[in-house]
C-alpha cells in the first residue's frame, strides 16, 4: 500500500525496532518492566534515539517517568539532531500525521503556527523523510500517552537562544511535553565513552549551555532546553547513564545514552 502524501511513513521500522505491531508491544512492555522509574511527573525529556537493542533500555527509563501524565498530555513537542540533511535552523514537516506500525499520530498544525513566523523555523519534509531521531521515540509515546498531537522539529546548526525561542513559544501548560532526542559520545572505548559522557552529564545537571557535538549528537537541541531550564529555574535530574557496551554492543567501540528529566519548581 502506498503511503498517503498527507502522512509521513516509517523509515527505520525493522531496522531500528520491529516493524511488526505485535512484536514491536511486545518488546515495549518488556523494555518498559525492566527499566522502571519512580518519581514526579516531567516537563521535559532527554532521551536516546538508537535502535532498541542498543538505546531502548535507557530510553524506557525516560518513558516510565510518564506513567502518570498517560490522560495530562495532550501535546508532544520533539526535537531531534539532523543526521542526513545539512540544514540551518529548525524544520517542521508539511505533512498532516507521522506514521508508525502502531498507528498515525497527528500533527498539532495550531501549535506548529505558534513559531512558523520565528526566521530560524522552515518547513522541509526533506529533513524529516528519513531521520530517525524522531521516528524511534514515538512508539514509546504510543504506549504511555493516551491520546495526543506532536510537533516534529529536526534541528541542524542554530543557537542555543534559537532553539530556546522556539521551545518558548511551544511550552504550553501541563497538556504540553517537551523531548528532546540525542545520544552522546560516539566510537570510544568503554572506559573513555563512561569519562566523557559522566562529564557531559554533569554539564547537563548543572544547567551549563556548553554542550558539543562530540559530546552529544543532539548538542544544539540540549543546549536550547538548558537555556530554558536556566531560566525557568526547572529542576533536572539523572534517569540513566550508560554506553552501547552495557547493553547489546561490544566494549572496544560504544556510543553513549543518557536520559534525564526536567520538572518545574
Not at 511486545?26 to 514526579?40: F, S, Y
Not at 529536526?154 to 543557537?159: E, P, T
Amino acid at each position: 500500500m502506498t503511503a498517503s502524501p498527507s502522512i509521513r511513513p516509517t523509515a527505520v521500522a525493522g531496522l531500528f525496532y520491529p516493524e511488526d505491531a505485535t512484536e514491536l508491544r511486545a518488546l515495549l512492555r518488556r523494555l518498559l518492566a525492566e527499566n522502571p522509574m519512580q518519581g514526579p511527573a516531567p516537563k521535559a525529556l532527554i532521551a536516546p534515539h538508537a535502535g532498541y537493542l542498543y538505546s531502548g533500555p535507557i530510553a524506557a527509563r525516560a518513558y516510565n517517568a510518564l506513567r502518570g501524565l498517560r490522560e495530562a498530555t495532550r501535546r508532544v513537542i520533539l526535537l531531534g539532531p539532523a543526521h542526513r540533511v545539512a540544514l540551518r535552523g529548525l524544520a517542521l514537516p508539511s505533512v498532516e500525521a507521522f506514521s508508525t506500525p502502531l498507528g498515525d499520530i497527528p500533527l498539532d498544525r495550531e501549535a506548529a503556527a505558534l513559531i512558523e513566523g520565528l526566521p530560524q523555523v522552515g518547513r522541509s519534509d526533506h529533513a524529516h523523510q528519513l531521520e530517525h531521531s524522531l521516528e524511534v521515540h514515538l512508539p514509546f509515546l504510543q504506549t504511555l500517552l493516551n491520546k495526543f498531537t506532536l510537533v516534529p522539529l529536526v534541528v541542524g546548526w542554530a543557537q542555543p537562544d534559537e532553539v530556546a525561542q522556539a521551545l518558548e513559544a511551544l511550552w504550553g501548560g501541563q497538556e504540553t511535553l517537551l523531548i528532546i532526542s540525542s545520544d552522546l559520545s560516539h566510537y570510544h572505548p568503554s572506559g573513555l565513552a563512561r569519562q566523557l559522557d559522566e562529564d557531559t552529564a554533569r554539564h547537563i545537571e548543572a544547567l551549563r549551555i556548553t554542550i558539543n557535538d562530540n559530546q552529544a549528537c543532539g548538542a544544539n537541541p540540549i543546549n536550547g532546553l538548558l537555556t530554558v531550564a536556566r531560566a525557568r529555574n526547572l529542576r533536572v535530574r539523572r534517569l540513566d547513564l550508560r554506553n552501547s557496551g552495557d547493553t547489546a554492543g561490544t566494549p572496544e567501540r560504544v556510543v553513549g545514552y543518557g536520559s534525564w528529566a526536567f520538572y518545574d519548581t
